[in-house]
Every structure is written in C-alpha cells, then in structure tokens.
C-alpha cells in the first residue's frame, strides 16, 4: 500500500532539513506529533523533520527544531518548495 505526503527538503544557510505538511489535529499533543515525526523518518533519514499545519486561514504552524522553526516563522509557506513524495 502507498501513500502519498507534502512536503519538502530545505537547504538554508548550511542547514538541511525536511518540512511535511500535517493535519491539524497532530498538533493536538505531543504523543501524536513524536509519532507523525516518526513515521517520516525513513523518508527523510538522516535530518531534521519539521512538521507544518495550517489553519483555515492559512497560517502556518510548526514542530519541531527551535531555530528551524523560527526561521520557518518569517518564511511565507508558498516560498517552501513544496512536492509530493509517493511512500510504498
């Protein structure tokens, strides 16, 4: 079974990391957010992942890395370079 996931690997300022986007209800605690990081791990293997919600008005809201996540903070999320990754 495949499923696909939005997301991104970023390159900035020697930092690669990894952005996927999530259903809000992730950020609904903390146990929900560790497992959705984890069951990304594989796809990006080896960096940090970030994970992005965004409410009904489009703001965005992260988890993960402090500095990633203030630096994501200034970024419109339309500037991420979003792409789908098909997981099997």
Same mark, same amino acid.
């Given at each position: ?9 970023? =390159? ?8 996927? !986007?999530?259903? %809000? ?5 903390? =146990?929900?957010?560790? =497992?959705?990081?984890? !069951?990304?791990?594989?796809?990006? %293997?080896?960096?940090?992942? $970030? ?8 703001? !965005? ?18 500037? $991420?370079?979003?792409?789908?990754? $098909? $997981?099997?």
């Amino acid at each position: 079974m495949s499923y696909e996931i939005n997301g991104a690997i970023v =390159k900035e300022q020697d930092l690669t990391f990894a952005v996927v !986007a999530v259903k %809000p209800h992730i950020f609904e605690n903390d =146990k929900e957010i560790q =497992k959705a990081r984890n !069951a990304y791990r594989h796809v990006f %293997p080896g960096i940090p992942i $970030i994970l992005m919600s965004q409410d009904s008005q489009g703001r !965005a809201t992260y988890s993960g890395k402090k500095n990633i996540v203030q630096f994501l903070a200034t970024v419109d999320p339309r500037r $991420i370079p979003w792409r789908r990754f $098909i $997981i099997s």
